[in-house]
C-alpha cells in the first residue's frame, strides 16, 4: 500500500518548493502526498514577491479536514512563519499523534535574512520536540542552538547533537553549505552521527532542496526504511535531481531541481497504436455518423424492415466474431489475455441471444455481400498466426460501437423506437471491455516488429471501413 504524507507548508506558484515539491517528492518515492497550506507565497525562481497569511481558523479547518478523513503515515512540516500557526499545528499534533513526524523548520532565508520574530523562533525550537526528525540547514541551525552559524563539519556536528539531545529528537544534518567538493549529510542521534558521503553537484538550481529532501524522508521513512536507510536512498535520488535540473528550464532564477528524473525514462509518451489508428480512420468514422442507417436509428425513424435487415446480417456476423475471437484466445501469448478473449467470444454469443433473435427469426438467413466481406477479412486475419494482426482486425467493433454508444447515451427515452438496442450500444461494462481490448491491442503492437505493425494498421483499417459498409448496407441493399 503507498503510503499517505501530509505536507504542512507553504506554496510556491512555480512548483520548485514548499507544498509543490513536497508532493513531487512524496510521489517520486510512491508515496499519496496531501497538502494543508499555511500561507500563499508570491514567489518565483528569483525571489518572494508577497505573502498571504490564511486565518489561523482555516488552517485548523484544514488539519482537521484530512486528519477525520484520512489515516495519515507521515506529517512533514515546511513553512509556518509565525507563533500562533506554530501553535495550532502543535496542537493538532498532540492530539491526532501521526506516526512520523518531519520538520523542516523554515526560519532563515538563502540570503540570511531571519524569516520569524523571536517569538516564532522559540515557538520552532519547541515544536522540534514533536518531530521526529528535524531537517535545517546550516543557518536554521545555528538559529535553533542559538549559536554562530558553524563553518566546518565538526561544528556543524557538534550543533545537531546539541539539538538532538534538547529536543530529544534526530537531527539530519546537511553539508551543502559548506565549502569543498565534497557534500556530506547526516543523522544525527544519542546514538552518534550517521554520515553518508556525497559529491557537491555544480548549478545554481538548487530552488526547494530542503523541502524536497525532508518530504522524500518522511515518505522513505514512513515506506519502512531506517533513517541512515533513507539518507542514502533519499541522498541518491537529490543528487540526480541536482544534476538533472537544468534541463527544465524553469525560470530566470535560482531553478528547481528534477523531482521525477528516476521515474522519466520509464514514462512512455508513444502515441498508441489504437489511438494512431482512431486518428487515421476519422472519416471513415465521419462517414458511419453520417450514414442514413446510423442516423435514422438514433432518431426513432428507421425504417423497420431495414432494421431487422441489419439484425438478421448482425446475428450473422456475430456468430463469425464470436469464432474469432476464441482464435484470438488461442492465440493469446498470457492467461490473461487468454481469458479476456474467450469471456469476448462467449459474451458475443450471448449478445446474439438476448437481442438479435429477440428481433428477428435466425432461420433461412444469408450473408450479405458486405457482411461476408468483413467476416472473410476476420478469418483471414486469423489464419496469419500472428496474434497482434488478429487482434487489430478484432478492435475496430469494440472501439467503433462503444464511441457511438457513449454519443447516444442520455439522448433517448424508453419510448424510443430502438432504445433497446441503443442502450446495448452505450452499456458501460461494453466500454470497459472495449477499452481492455484497445490496451491489449497496444500491448501486441509494442511487442511487435515494425513489419507486423504495419499489417496490424492494414488489417485495423480494413475493418473500420467494412464497419462503415455494413452500416451502409441496410439501405443500400436495393439501390
Not at 551543502?176 to 557537491?200: K, M, N, Q, W, Y
Not at 530552488?207 to 518522511?218: E, K, N, Q, R
Not at 461494462?429 to 484497445?438: K, Q
Request: hydrophobic share 45%; net charge negative.
Amino acid at each position: 500500500m503507498s503510503v499517505r504524507v501530509l505536507s504542512i507548508a507553504g506554496t510556491d506558484p512555480t512548483g520548485g518548493a514548499g507544498v509543490q515539491a513536497d508532493l513531487k517528492s512524496i510521489a517520486a518515492f510512491g508515496g499519496y502526498g496531501m497538502a494543508v497550506v499555511t500561507a500563499l507565497v508570491a514567489q518565483n525562481t528569483c525571489g518572494v514577491r508577497a505573502v498571504h497569511v490564511p486565518p489561523t481558523e482555516f488552517l485548523e479547518a484544514q488539519l482537521r479536514a484530512v486528519s477525520d478523513d484520512v489515516d495519515i503515515d507521515a506529517v512533514k512540516i515546511g513553512m509556518l512563519g509565525s507563533a500562533p500557526i506554530v501553535a495550532v499545528v502543535d496542537a493538532w499534533l498532540a492530539q491526532v499523534r501521526p506516526p512520523l513526524v518531519v520538520l523542516d523548520p523554515v526560519m532563515v532565508a538563502t540570503s540570511g535574512d531571519r524569516l520569524l520574530d523571536t517569538d516564532a523562533e522559540d515557538a520552532v525550537r519547541s515544536l522540534c520536540r514533536r518531530a521526529d526528525l528535524v531537517t535545517p540547514n546550516l543557518a536554521e541551525l545555528a538559529v535553533l542552538v542559538r549559536a554562530p552559524r558553524a563553518t566546518t563539519w565538526d561544528a556543524a556536528a557538534a550543533q545537531a547533537r546539541s539539538l538532538a539531545a534538547s529536543a530529544q529528537t534526530r537531527v539530519l544534518l546537511k553539508g551543502g553549505h559548506l565549502e569543498g567538493a565534497d557534500s556530506p549529510d547526516a543523522i544525527v542521534d544519542a546514538t552518534g552521527v550517521h554520515e553518508v558521503a556525497g559529491v557537491r553537484v555544480a548549478t545554481r538550481h538548487t530552488h526547494g532542496t530542503g523541502c524536497s529532501l525532508s518530504s522524500a524522508m518522511a515518505t522513505l521513512a514512513a515506506s519502512g526504511l531506517s533513517w541512515p536507510d533513507a539518507l542514502t536512498r533519499a541522498k541518491r535520488w537529490l543528487t540526480g535531481a541536482l544534476e538533472n535540473a537544468e534541463h527544465l528550464h524553469v525560470g530566470r532564477g535560482n531553478g528547481p531541481i528534477d523531482h521525477l528524473h528516476e521515474l522519466r525514462p520509464h514514462i512512455d509518451l508513444e502515441v498508441s497504436f489504437s489511438a494512431e489508428r482512431w486518428r487515421a480512420t476519422a472519416d471513415v468514422r465521419t462517414a458511419v455518423d453520417a450514414c442514413g442507417f446510423v442516423r435514422g436509428l438514433a432518431s426513432g425513424s428507421l425504417d423497420r424492415d431495414a432494421f431487422a435487415w441489419y439484425l438478421g446480417q448482425d446475428l450473422l456476423y456475430l456468430r463469425e466474431y464470436s469464432r474469432v475471437l476464441a482464435r484470438a484466445a488461442a492465440l493469446a501469448p498470457t492467461v490473461d489475455e487468454q481469458r479476456f478473449w474467450a469471456t469476448a467470444s462467449v459474451s458475443c454469443l450471448d449478445e446474439e441471444a438476448a437481442l438479435h433473435q429477440a428481433h428477428v427469426d435466425p432461420r433461412g438467413l444469408s450473408p450479405a455481400a458486405s457482411t461476408l466481406a468483413y467476416t472473410d477479412h476476420l478469418h483471414t486475419a486469423s489464419t496469419t498466426g500472428s496474434y497482434a494482426v488478429l487482434v487489430a482486425a478484432i478492435l475496430p467493433c469494440f472501439v467503433l460501437y462503444t464511441d457511438i454508444g457513449a454519443r447516444w447515451r442520455g439522448t433517448f427515452d424508453d419510448g424510443h423506437a430502438y432504445a433497446d438496442w441503443l442502450a446495448a450500444y452505450g452499456d458501460e461494462e461494453f466500454a470497459a471491455s472495449s477499452a481492455r481490448a484497445s490496451l491489449l491491442v497496444d500491448a501486441a503492437a509494442r511487442r511487435a516488429s515494425p513489419a507486423e505493425r504495419a499489417a496490424m494498421a492494414t488489417a485495423y483499417d480494413r475493418s473500420m471501413a467494412l464497419e462503415r459498409d455494413f452500416f451502409e448496407a441496410p439501405l443500400s441493399r436495393g439501390s
